[in-house]
């Protein structure tokens, strides 16, 4: 620690407590009900004995009527006589007491006075008792003091604290991990998720040795955005980001923007990029950016969200205000990207998308491996057996398992974790998670498996299907139960064959299912559309049936919008022909698949193992794709083209 964080941190230790403004107050308060008066201390005599004992003997000096309430009575100096020579003290000379009417008092006065020889002093004062005037205006001006800090308190208690006063809306909520709340994730502690890590590592190295990057004139990324679904790890991995290039980190949620009152977000934005640049070379971590980063104009029905289109373009400006020489980094994660700002993902910005998948069996054993570490197990936990019994989770998932068996054992007494342990805290996480969303059986899983080893068989043996990169029964989202991912070939023209391989292939799923199990599932539905549309397409736009002709019906101006432009007639046709492409692709599919029932069984059994297979994986298995082994020449074209994965698509099917 340095001389100058120690004074800061010195600086800031000594918290001011309210508490003690109450209580100085009080005191206060009673110390002045102490204080003497101004007023006469004389003694208390009554009314009778003041006329009787010393206004008529002619012993009274002075009378002062004080507040028309009581009289204050100096007397003479020899009114009284010392006892034993000691001098008369003033406040012997000094009598008060209470009158009842002012005017019966007034009168009585004046007729004894008429009768006295000497004349004496009578005045009437006005006299104000200076604490009863600091208790009518101090006392309720403290009050509203209080109430005002009670409700000040409340009221930024509830938006999270953060300094806690109302003048601190405008500032940015964001957490701060530094040097002192250390950031000490590193990527050891991120398991799996190899690809992503790979690709964050260029941005820490330029954390490390900004000058290395710059001499060159080279510009570093600005910000990265980490795609995924909740507890897959995003936060982790901006996390071990920062702790591995040592700089601070920054973590705020995109909702923490948002408040009711305009201009706060933008506002906030802005105090987080000047703590940023204060602290550079840091990395600011923004979770849920879908919050405020949705594209903009597109609810104008509802009059829009100025307030949120504030704070993003906020945002804008202060992205494209600092340059990637500062060493600030943006990461921020989203589960949506589609629905972000195409302005955020503009080059310059969120330019570099990383997506962080659902773990497969591999990565799921390494994150058990990461979690068990700080447990005390007992020797024989078998982690392979724990990550195939856990399809579908994720590490936040993991993490949470992990707990659980660990107060489950403490809860039996046990001294270390076993594996009957990690089995029930599975049981009641899934338990929990069925009720959450789809927890997938085994009976589903096989049937997941063979649908999608139907599609990567059909399209390994067409000819015209696009190259697979990888096919796997991991879930991703809401709709997809598995997938099998291709790389397209990029080309605008498609001939009927290619579409037609197509089909079969969409159709291969279904089939798969068809054939294995003697039934088919629902699991086709997105196959079945997309293979109804493309028929129609194929008929109805581009004119390749021979029965409708060299025919287009695009609508793409929505002019017949109630009715069709063919004839009934045609209609009829149309929707024969649709059925006859289908059933025809079908009747393909089936042929391949069942002249290849073995390999269909050999890829569905592998990957229920292993859960994701590659092209590599697949060779393995059935030999090379027979497209890909002739002419010589045309397995580099292949290779070369599947290193494009920018450009690649992706397709559920
Ligand atoms: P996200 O930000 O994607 O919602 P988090 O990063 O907050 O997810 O993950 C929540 C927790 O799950 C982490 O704190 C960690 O304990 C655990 N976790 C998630 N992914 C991994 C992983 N790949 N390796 C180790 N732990 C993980
Ligand atoms: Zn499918």
Not at 215 to 229: D, E, M, R, S
Not at 278 to 289: G, L, Q, T
Not at 509 to 536: C, H, P, W
């Amino acid at each position: 620690m340095s001389e100058q964080q120690k004074k800061n941190k010195k600086e800031q230790k000594p918290k001011f407590n309210y508490y003690w403004i109450y209580a100085i107050v009080f005191f206060v308060l009673i110390a002045i009900q102490f204080l003497p008066s101004m007023a006469n201390t004389g003694d208390e005599i009554s009314e009778v004995e003041f006329f009787d004992s010393y206004l008529k003997a002619g012993k009274v000096e002075k009378v002062s009527i004080v507040n028309k309430d009581y009289v204050e009575v100096v007397l003479k100096e020899d009114a009284i006589t010392p006892k034993d020579g000691e001098a008369v003290s003033q406040k012997a000379l000094n009598k008060k007491f209470t009158i009842l009417s002012i005017d019966e008092f007034r009168k009585q006065l004046w007729g004894v006075m008429g009768q006295l020889e000497e004349p004496i002093k009578v005045e009437t004062i006005e006299r104000t008792d200076w604490r009863s005037g600091i208790m009518s205006w101090f006392l309720p001006l403290l009050l509203f003091a209080m109430i005002w800090i009670f409700i000040m308190r409340k009221v930024s208690g509830s938006m999270g604290g953060g300094g806690g006063q109302i003048f601190n809306i405008g500032k940015s909520k964001a957490t701060l991990f530094d040097k002192e709340t250390s950031v000490n994730v590193t990527f050891n502690d991120v398991a799996g998720l190899d690809e992503a890590k790979e690709e964050v590592v260029e941005i820490v190295d330029f954390l490390k040795h900004p000058k290395k990057y710059t001499a060159l004139g080279g510009k570093i990324p600005k910000g990265a955005l980490l795609v995924g679904t909740p507890g897959t790890g995003k936060t982790l991995l901006a996390k071990a980001m920062a702790g591995e290039a040592k700089v601070p980190f920054f973590s705020i949620s995109g909702s923490d923007f948002v408040e009711m009152f305009v201009g706060v977000g933008a506002s906030r934005v802005r105090d987080l990029f000047k703590q940023a640049r204060e602290k550079a070379p840091c990395i600011i971590f923004i979770d849920e950016i879908d919050a405020i980063g949705r594209a903009r104009g597109k609810n104008v029905m509802q009059g829009g969200n100025d307030e949120r289109e504030n704070t993003l373009n906020q945002l804008l400006v202060e992205m494209d205000g600092f340059s990637s020489k500062k060493g600030i980094i943006m990461v921020a994660a989203t589960n949506r990207p589609d629905v972000l700002d195409q302005a955020l993902l503009r080059p310059g910005r969120f330019d570099r998308q990383i997506v962080i998948d659902k773990p497969d069996i591999r990565g799921r054993e390494a994150i058990f491996k990461v979690h068990i570490k700080p447990l005390k197990v007992s020797e024989n936990i078998d982690l392979v057996r724990l990550a195939g019994q856990t399809p579908g989770f994720v590490g936040a998932d993991i993490a949470n398992v992990c707990n659980e068996a660990a107060l489950i054992a403490a809860r039996h007494g046990k001294k270390a974790i076993d594996n009957k342990d990690f089995q029930d805290a599975i049981d009641r996480h899934i338990g929990g998670l069925e009720r959450k969303s789809r927890i997938i059986s085994p009976e589903e899983r096989e049937i997941i498996a063979y649908h999608e080893a139907g599609h990567a068989i059909c399209g390994w043996y067409l000819e015209h299907a696009d190259p697979l990169l990888k096919v796997t029964i991991i879930p991703r989202g809401i709709a997809a139960l598995g997938y099998a991912q291709y790389i397209p070939k990029e080309r605008f023209l498609y001939n009927s064959d290619e579409l037609s391989d197509q089909m079969c292939m969409l159709l291969g799923g279904r089939v798969a299912e068809d054939i294995i199990f003697g039934k088919v599932s629902t699991g086709a539905q997105n196959d079945l559309e997309r293979i109804t549309q493309m028929a129609y397409s194929m008929i109805t736009l581009y004119g390749m049936n021979d029965k409708i002709g060299n025919i287009s019906f695009n609508d793409q101006k929505g002019e017949y919008n109630f009715k069709k432009p063919y004839s009934e007639q045609t209609s009829n046709m149309i929707d024969e022909e649709v059925r006859i492409i289908i059933a025809d692709a079908y009747e393909r599919t089936k042929e391949i698949l069942t002249g290849r029932k073995s390999e269909l069984t050999t890829i569905a059994k592998e990957l229920l193992e292993k859960e994701i297979l590659f092209k590599s994986d697949l060779e393995r298995l059935i030999g090379v794709r027979p497209s890909e082994m002739l002419p010589p020449g045309k397995a580099d074209i292949a290779s070369s083209s599947e290193r494009k994965k920018q450009s690649e698509e992706e397709k559920n099917v």
